[in-house]
Structures are given as structure tokens and as C-alpha cells.
């Protein structure tokens, strides 16, 4: 099953070259005089940089606004996948990361502590791309981005306490950067910046799409929203620049504490991706749920981690600078995990209609959506009966087109019944 790559733009397939060059003209602009003090004293209420506000929000507009909402209702006829997504985000991956940094970064507490923003940051953004890429059930995808969204504006401050005002200052590990604020002080301030930097983006999201939904119409609002979409990554490669013009070149030449990031970073991609995706073969869950839970799980919130990270510790240090590299390692990393999606779903058994279904379409040469007219598996599981049954009771044929020709998916899943009963016999 070979990899989709013209899904994905050469815009998005590009993003590690155009964060790197983000960082190289940050590092010009502040080898300029008086640049970096301009630039580093444009703040409000004393500590929040303006530019870096504005475009840490802008940053997180478009992922939330393109969310489809109306498929919340459908979180409750998917319970097995739903909780095990959840399990494995908010309660596996965060302590994974955190053991992870601990065994390279132990010695260098500020990079952990940025490490672990990272951590308790799932993914809501970037995880649309590469399920798509791997031919996940997207429904599920949309739900679980969803639900993380949701999750991460009640849990995220809870995590911040638990594990970096407690758990690591407990094993005796701690950084000397706002040594002088209280557990509770740092515990209001991390949900304040979750309220501004991902609460008023969700607002503002939520509200363009019912108010979208009922002018443009669900169509034209979608193609609305895609035309809105690259203001997100303007916007991270903005924020980018003015990091590092503010932290100046010495962050760029520390090279060894990139390599620190880097090392638990991908070995949390793979672990969590590996895991989940293995986890959700042994429940017997179809490949377009595995593929969406594995990505939702080895995915993280790059955007949401960098904004508390330059709001809690501030734009010149180490805490930041961890979470700044983080699209630069995930990009590549993700792109390779799709492969190793794909391939896992030629060597694992996946016996769901579902998958006989997705299989049969591939081998035609088609996509998996054309195979089936609007609502028919969802309307099978529904019902819980057997989809080859559903479609000769429906008279329904869904047809595909495979170089040209007309391809019965009705009559080969007939053909296959009947030759399985034979067999039987």
C-alpha cells in the first residue's frame, strides 16, 4: 500500500525547511543592532511579548475553526475507541515523556521542564494531516481532536502542577527560573495562559463555524476554512523568527541541546506510536481506527507547548527553546511513522468488514471513500449486521472506478462469501 504524498501539499511537506530558515532569519535579525531590545520590549502587563501573543493566537485559529462540531454526538457509538485514545493520551503519554526526558535531560532541568510542556500537549492540529496520509477513518480523527481540545483547557494546568511543581521537584529536580513563585501562583498562571493562548482561539474557532455553518453552508464554509489553514503555519514561522531574534544566536549554536530534545523526543513518536497502534490491533479495532489512535497518541500540541513555555519561564530560555524544536524533529519523524502505518497494515490481519471493504478498494486502485454510498457502514454498525448482508438486502452496489472501469464491490464481496462457503463445506 503505497503512501498518498500528493494529500499533502509541498507547502506542508516542506515544513521542517521553512521552521529551519524561520530560525536562521530569527538568528540574523539578531545579530542587528537594537533589533532584539525593540523587539524583546514590545510587552503588555509587563512580561507578555505583543508579537509573540498575537501570533501564538493567530497560530492557534485555524486548527480549532476547521474542527467539525457536529460530530460530537457520534463520540458515545464509539466507546471502545474513544477511551482508549483518551487512556493513551492523558494517562500513558505524559509520564512516558516525562520518564523519557528524565533519563537524557535529568542534568539540565530547564530543558526537561520544557520537555514535559511538550508532553501534556496532545495534539489537535497536525494529526488531520498525517491521518490522512495514512488512510485513517477521519470521523474518528475530527472526534478525538475534539475531545484533546477539550480535555487539554481542564487537564493541561493540573499536569503543569503535577508533574513539574511536584513530581520533579520531589526527586530533586528543580531550575532556579521563577524560583521565587509559589505551587499556586504557578498553578494560576499556567491556566490563565491555557485560557488565552488555546481558550480564545477555541472561542473564536467554535463561533466562526456555527455562525460559518449557517451563512456559507457546510461546502463553502470547508473550502472557507482550507483557504484560512496556512495562517496557522505563517503564523508559527512568525513566532519562530521573533523567538529567536528576541533569545539571540547563542540558542542556534547549541547544538548539543538540540540533541537532547531530539533523542527522548523521537523515541517517544515511535514508542507511543508503535504501542498504541499494536494495542488497538490486539482489540480488534478496523485499521482506520488503529491508524487515527496511533497518530493521536504519538502526536503533541507543538503550538500550545511553545506558548506556555515563552509565557511561563519567558522567550530567552532553555524551557522555550526545548519546545521551539519540537516541529523541527516532529515533521520528518511523522512522515516516516506513515509509512510504517501503511506497512503495518499490509503485515498485521485486520478481519473487519470495515477493512475488507478498505481492502478491496485499494487493490482497485481507488479510494476508500468511493467504494460506499453515503452512510452505509456507519449505518451497518449501527445496526450491528453484517455489511455484505446490508448491501444485498439494500440492492446497493457502490461502485468504484478503477482506471477506467466499473467495479462491483457488491458482487466481489459476494463472490468472496460465496467462495468462503464453500470452503466451509
Not at 142 to 169: D, G, H, K, W
Not at 241 to 264: C, K, R, T, Y
Request: charged share 15%; hydrophobic share 50%.
Amino acid at each position: 500500500m503505497a503512501v498518498q504524498y500528493e494529500k499533502l501539499g509541498w507547502v506542508d511537506r516542506l515544513l521542517t525547511l521553512w521552521i529551519a530558515l524561520a530560525v536562521g532569519l530569527g538568528k540574523g535579525l539578531s545579530n542587528i543592532a537594537g533589533v532584539s531590545d525593540f523587539l524583546s520590549g514590545a510587552t503588555i502587563g509587563g512580561d507578555t511579548n505583543i508579537f509573540l501573543a498575537i501570533g501564538l493566537i493567530v497560530m492557534m485559529y485555524p486548527p480549532v475553526m476547521r474542527v467539525d462540531y457536529g460530530r460530537v454526538g457520534q463520540i458515545y457509538k464509539q466507546p471502545k475507541a474513544v477511551l482508549t485514545s483518551v487512556g493513551l493520551n492523558w494517562f500513558v503519554d505524559p509520564w512516558l515523556m516525562t520518564f523519557l526526558g528524565l533519563a537524557v535531560l535529568h542534568n539540565h532541568p530547564e530543558l526537561l521542564q520544557g520537555f514535559v510542556l511538550i508532553g501534556i500537549a496532545r495534539c489537535i492540529a497536525m494529526v488531520l494531516v498525517w491521518c490522512e496520509l495514512a488512510g485513517a477513518e477521519m470521523d474518528l480523527v475530527v472526534t478525538l481532536v475534539l475531545i484533546n481540545s477539550v480535555l487539554q483547557i481542564l487537564l493541561y494546568s493540573v499536569y503543569e502542577l503535577l508533574i513539574i511543581q511536584i513530581f520533579l521537584p520531589a526527586i530533586g529536580i528543580s531550575s532556579d527560573t521563577n524560583a521565587d513563585r509559589s505551587m499556586g501562583e504557578s498553578f494560576l498562571l499556567v491556566f490563565e495562559s491555557v485560557a488565552i493562548y488555546l481558550g480564545i482561539p477555541f472561542a473564536l474557532g467554535f463561533g466562526t463555524w456555527v455562525i460559518g455553518q449557517r451563512v456559507l453552508g457546510k461546502d463553502k464554509y470547508t473550502k472557507f476554512a482550507n483557504t484560512i489553514g496556512p495562517l496557522a503555519l505563517c503564523s508559527l514561522l512568525f513566532v519562530i523568527v521573533i523567538f529567536f531574534a528576541i533569545s539571540g544566536s547563542q540558542m542556534v549554536d547549541d547544538i548539543v541541546s538540540v540533541l537532547l530534545v531530539a533523542v527522548p523526543l523521537i523515541q517517544d513518536f515511535l514508542i507511543m506510536f508503535v504501542r498504541s497502534f499494536l494495542l488497538c490491533w490486539m482489540l480488534n479495532l478496523p485499521y482506520g481506527k488503529t491508524s487515527a489512535i496511533a497518530f493521536t497518541a504519538a502526536g503533541n500540541n507543538f503550538e500550545l507547548a511553545l506558548a506556555l513555555a515563552i509565557a511561563l519561564y519567558g522567550a530567552s530560555l532553555q524551557q522555550a527553546f526545548a519546545a521551539v524544536m519540537g516541529p523541527l524533529i516532529e515533521i520528518p519523524v511523522m512522515l516516516v511513522l506513515v509509512y510504517i502505518s501503511r506497512w503495518l497494515a499490509g503485515v498485521l490481519e485486520f478481519n473487519s468488514d470495515e477493512d475488507k471493504l478498505r481492502k478491496l478498494c485499494e487493490e482497485s486502485g481507488c479510494k476508500y471513500e468511493q467504494c460506499l454510498s453515503d452512510n452505509v457502514l456507519k449505518e451497518c454498525e449501527k445496526d450491528k449486521c453484517d455489511i455484505v448482508e446490508c448491501l444485498q438486502k439494500r440492492q446497493t452496489t457502490p461502485s468504484i472506478i478503477a482506471e477506467g472501469e466499473m467495479v462491483d464491490v457488491g458482487s466481489s464481496f459476494n463472490k468472496e462469501s460465496s467462495d468462503n462457503k464453500s470452503l466451509e463445506k
